[in-house]
């Protein structure tokens, strides 16, 4: 969704003004207009809601869309490959960021 890491709490979207609150995205009438879940958030809760591994989920939502997309130089670590990396510590927080193999600043 758009709002991933904006502050704005209101915005418009396709002609629309879309409300954050708690996690959800609502057009005025209350409808609705999706949820303002990050990746990571969604890696986390897919893990601890499914008790699947940490590891495997991770490689769902890196390597699943990379290959539904075609884009073959993604989702895994190889020589040859692109190079995005996350650096998580122990308790999943975010530490590092490479996009293409730079590392970028937070």
């Known amino acids: 969704m758009s709002s991933v890491g904006h502050a704005d709490d209101r915005f418009e979207l ?30 986390r809760i897919m893990a601890d809601a499914c008790g699947a591994p940490f590891h495997d989920v991770l490689r769902m939502a890196s390597r699943c869309p990379a290959q539904m997309l075609g884009l073959h130089d993604r989702g895994h670590l190889r020589p040859g490959a692109r190079a995005d990396i ?13 996009i293409a193999g730079d590392r970028q600043e937070r």
């Open 14 to 43: 396709n002609g629309r003004t879309v409300v954050r609150e708690n996690g959800r995205l609502t057009i005025a009438d209350g409808t609705l207009a999706g949820s303002d879940l990050d990746m990571m958030s969604g890696v």
């Open 86 to 98: 996350l650096a998580l510590d122990a308790e999943r927080t975010l530490l590092s960021v490479w």
